[in-house]
C-alpha cells in the first residue's frame, strides 16, 4: 500500500496566481492536483496547508474514494468553493498517484477512451464586430471546430470577455478589484448583430458560443435567447444567476438557444434541478471547484440520464493540472459535451510542463501515466505571488451589480 509521507502547497505567478497541491508517497511517485481559486487564493492553500495535509499523512494513497467521503463528510461544514477546491486539489492527486503507480494514463484508469479526443472552444474577442471576426478567422485557420465570440459593445467602456490579448483572457488584475460598468440595454440590442454578422462572414461549418457571464434576469435571457435563435449558437452561457435553479424554466419557456451554466458550481447540489427537470444542455462544473475527479464523474452521471453533457470551465485560471484532468475526464464519460480551452500563457506552459496536446480542434491528454503534468519547482520559486482580484462590475447608475 502505498504510504502519503508528506504533501505541500507550492503557490506560483507564472503570468497569473496558482495554487498545486504535491503529494508524495513512500513509493517514490508524487501527485498533482490545481487548487486555484481565482481572487481568493490563500483561502484554499491555508485550507489545505493547516486543516487537510495533517490528516493525510500515513493514509494509503490509493483509497481516492474513502479520502474523498473523509474530507467531505468529516469537515462538517460541507460543500462550499474553498472547501471544495481543496479536497478537489487532494482527489486530482492521488489520482495523478494511481496512475503513475499503475503505469497508466489518468483516463484508462476512468474506463479507456470514449473518443478520438476532446473538441475544445477558443475565446475570439475584439474591441468591435470586426476585430472579433478577425480573431475567430484565426481559430478557423488553426483549425478550431468551435469558437467563443465576445465583442466590445458600442457605448460601454468595458465588457466581460474583452482583452487586448490575441488567445486568451485575463481578468484577474487589480491589487484592488477593478470597477466596470454595464448596461443590459445596450449589451441586448447588441448582441444579435454580431452573430448575425459572424455567420455571414464565418459560415454554418463552425460551432458559435457566447458567455452572458451572469448579467441578465430569466426573462431577458428568454428574450436573447430567442433573438438569437436564427444564428444556432452551440451554447449561451450563464445567461442569468444561477443560486435560484427554478429561474431557468423561464428562459426554457421562451427559447430554443441550447443552455450552459455551472462554472461557479462546486457540487453535484448546486445543478441537481437543473439536470433533473432538464433545464440546461450542457453543466460547466469542472474538476477543480467541484470535489474533483471523484465529484465531477457523479456529476456527469447524474447528467448523462437526462441527455445533458459535460461542457467544463477551462479559463487561464485553471491551472495546466486541471487543464489535464479535465481532458482525461473528458475522454471517458459518455457525455462529453465541449471542453474550454484558453491557452495559457508561455511562462505558465513552462512551469508546468505537459503531456496534452492539441490537434484539428480536438485535445487528448496524452499517455504519460498518471494526469501527464509536472511542475518545475525551481522555475515556480521565481515567480512571487501577488494578490489579484477579478472585477467588480456597477451599472450606469452606481448600483453593484454581477460581474
Ligand atoms: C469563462 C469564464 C471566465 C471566468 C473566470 C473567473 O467562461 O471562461 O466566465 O472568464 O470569468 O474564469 O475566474
Ligand atoms: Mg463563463
Same mark, same amino acid.
Given at each position: 500500500?502505498?504510504?502519503?509521507?508528506?504533501?505541500?502547497?507550492?503557490?506560483?505567478?507564472?503570468?497569473?496566481?496558482?495554487?498545486?497541491?504535491?503529494?508524495?508517497?513512500?513509493?517514490?511517485?508524487?501527485?498533482?492536483?490545481?487548487?486555484?481559486?481565482?481572487?481568493?487564493?490563500?483561502?484554499?492553500?491555508?485550507?489545505?496547508?493547516?486543516?487537510?495535509?495533517?490528516?493525510?499523512?500515513?493514509?494509503?494513497?490509493?483509497?481516492?474514494?474513502?479520502?474523498?467521503?473523509?474530507?467531505?463528510?468529516?469537515?462538517?461544514?460541507?460543500?462550499?468553493?474553498?472547501?471544495?477546491?481543496?479536497?478537489? !486539489?487532494?482527489?486530482?492527486?492521488?489520482?495523478?498517484?494511481?496512475?503513475?503507480?499503475?503505469?497508466?494514463?489518468?483516463?484508462?484508469?476512468?474506463?479507456?477512451?470514449?473518443?478520438?479526443?476532446?473538441?475544445?472552444?477558443?475565446?475570439?474577442?475584439?474591441?468591435?464586430?470586426?476585430?472579433?471576426?478577425?480573431?475567430? =478567422?484565426?481559430?478557423?485557420?488553426?483549425?478550431?471546430?468551435?469558437?467563443?465570440?465576445?465583442?466590445?459593445?458600442?457605448?460601454?467602456?468595458?465588457?466581460?470577455?474583452?482583452?487586448?490579448?490575441?488567445?486568451?483572457?485575463?481578468?484577474?488584475?487589480?491589487?484592488?478589484?477593478?470597477?466596470?460598468?454595464?448596461?443590459?440595454?445596450?449589451?441586448?440590442?447588441?448582441?444579435?448583430?454580431?452573430?448575425?454578422?459572424? &455567420?455571414?462572414?464565418?459560415?454554418?461549418?463552425?460551432?458559435?458560443?457566447?458567455?452572458?457571464?451572469?448579467?441578465?434576469?430569466?426573462?431577458? !435571457?428568454? &428574450?436573447?435567447?430567442?433573438?438569437?435563435?436564427?444564428?444556432?449558437?452551440?451554447?449561451?452561457?450563464?445567461?442569468?444567476?444561477?443560486?435560484? =435553479?427554478?429561474?431557468? &424554466?423561464?428562459?426554457? =419557456?421562451?427559447?430554443?438557444?441550447?443552455?450552459?451554466?455551472?462554472?461557479?458550481?462546486?457540487?453535484?447540489?448546486?445543478?441537481?434541478?437543473?439536470?433533473?427537470?432538464?433545464?440546461?444542455?450542457?453543466?460547466?462544473?469542472?474538476?477543480?471547484?467541484?470535489?474533483?475527479?471523484?465529484?465531477?464523474?457523479?456529476?456527469? !452521471?447524474?447528467?448523462?440520464?437526462?441527455?445533458?453533457?459535460?461542457?467544463?470551465?477551462?479559463?487561464?485560471?485553471?491551472?495546466?493540472?486541471?487543464?489535464?484532468? !479535465?481532458?482525461?475526464?473528458?475522454?471517458?464519460?459518455?457525455?462529453?459535451?465541449? =471542453?474550454?480551452?484558453?491557452?495559457?500563457?508561455?511562462?505558465?506552459?513552462?512551469?508546468?510542463?505537459?503531456?496534452?496536446?492539441?490537434?484539428?480542434?480536438?485535445?487528448?491528454?496524452?499517455?504519460?501515466?498518471?494526469?501527464?503534468?509536472?511542475?518545475?519547482?525551481?522555475?515556480?520559486?521565481?515567480?512571487?505571488?501577488?494578490?489579484?482580484?477579478?472585477?467588480?462590475? &456597477?451599472?450606469?447608475?452606481?448600483?453593484?451589480?454581477?460581474?
Amino acid at each position: 500500500m502505498p504510504r502519503i509521507t508528506a504533501a505541500r502547497v507550492i503557490v506560483t505567478r507564472p503570468g497569473r496566481n496558482f495554487v498545486t497541491l504535491k503529494i508524495e508517497t513512500d513509493e517514490g511517485v508524487y501527485g498533482l492536483g490545481d487548487a486555484t481559486l481565482n481572487g481568493r487564493e490563500l483561502a484554499v492553500a491555508s485550507y489545505l496547508t493547516d486543516h487537510v495535509i495533517p490528516c493525510l499523512i500515513g493514509r494509503d494513497a490509493h483509497s481516492i474514494e474513502d479520502i474523498w467521503q473523509y474530507l467531505y463528510k468529516g469537515a462538517y461544514w460541507r460543500r462550499g468553493p474553498v472547501t471544495m477546491t481543496a479536497i478537489a !486539489a487532494v482527489d486530482m492527486a492521488l489520482w495523478d498517484i494511481k496512475g503513475k503507480l499503475a503505469g497508466m494514463p489518468v483516463y484508462q484508469l476512468l474506463g479507456g477512451a470514449a473518443r478520438e479526443g476532446c473538441m475544445v472552444y477558443g475565446h475570439a474577442n475584439g474591441s468591435d464586430i470586426a476585430e472579433t471576426i478577425e480573431r475567430a =478567422q484565426e481559430y478557423l485557420e488553426q483549425g478550431y471546430r468551435a469558437v467563443r465570440l465576445q465583442s466590445g459593445v458600442p457605448g460601454m467602456a468595458t465588457t466581460y470577455g474583452v482583452s487586448g490579448e490575441r488567445f486568451y483572457y485575463e481578468p484577474a488584475k487589480g491589487s484592488l478589484p477593478e470597477e466596470s460598468q454595464w448596461s443590459t440595454a445596450k449589451y441586448m440590442r447588441f448582441v444579435p448583430e454580431l452573430f448575425q454578422k459572424a &455567420r455571414d462572414a464565418l459560415g454554418w461549418d463552425i460551432h458559435l458560443l457566447h458567455d452572458v457571464h451572469h448579467r441578465l434576469t430569466p426573462i431577458e !435571457a428568454g &428574450r436573447l435567447g430567442r433573438d438569437l435563435e436564427p444564428y444556432r449558437l452551440f451554447w449561451l452561457e450563464d445567461a442569468t444567476p444561477a443560486e435560484n =435553479q427554478a429561474a431557468f &424554466r423561464l428562459i426554457r =419557456q421562451h427559447t430554443t438557444t441550447p443552455l450552459a451554466v455551472g462554472e461557479i458550481f462546486n457540487s453535484i447540489w448546486d445543478a441537481k434541478q437543473l439536470i433533473e427537470e432538464q433545464l440546461i444542455d450542457y453543466i460547466r462544473a469542472t474538476v477543480v471547484h467541484a470535489g474533483g475527479i471523484t465529484h465531477l464523474r457523479r456529476v456527469a !452521471a447524474l447528467a448523462d440520464l437526462y441527455q445533458v453533457r459535460t461542457g467544463c470551465h477551462g479559463a487561464t485560471d485553471l491551472s495546466p493540472v486541471c487543464m489535464a484532468a !479535465a481532458l482525461h475526464f473528458g475522454l471517458s464519460i459518455p457525455n462529453f459535451g465541449i =471542453q474550454e480551452y484558453m491557452r495559457h500563457s508561455e511562462e505558465t506552459d513552462a512551469v508546468f510542463p505537459h503531456a496534452y496536446s492539441f490537434e484539428r480542434g480536438l485535445m487528448h491528454p496524452g499517455d504519460k501515466p498518471g494526469l501527464g503534468v509536472d511542475i518545475d519547482e525551481v522555475l515556480a520559486a521565481k515567480y512571487e505571488y501577488k494578490r489579484a482580484y477579478l472585477p467588480v462590475n &456597477r451599472l450606469e447608475d452606481g448600483t453593484m451589480f454581477n460581474w
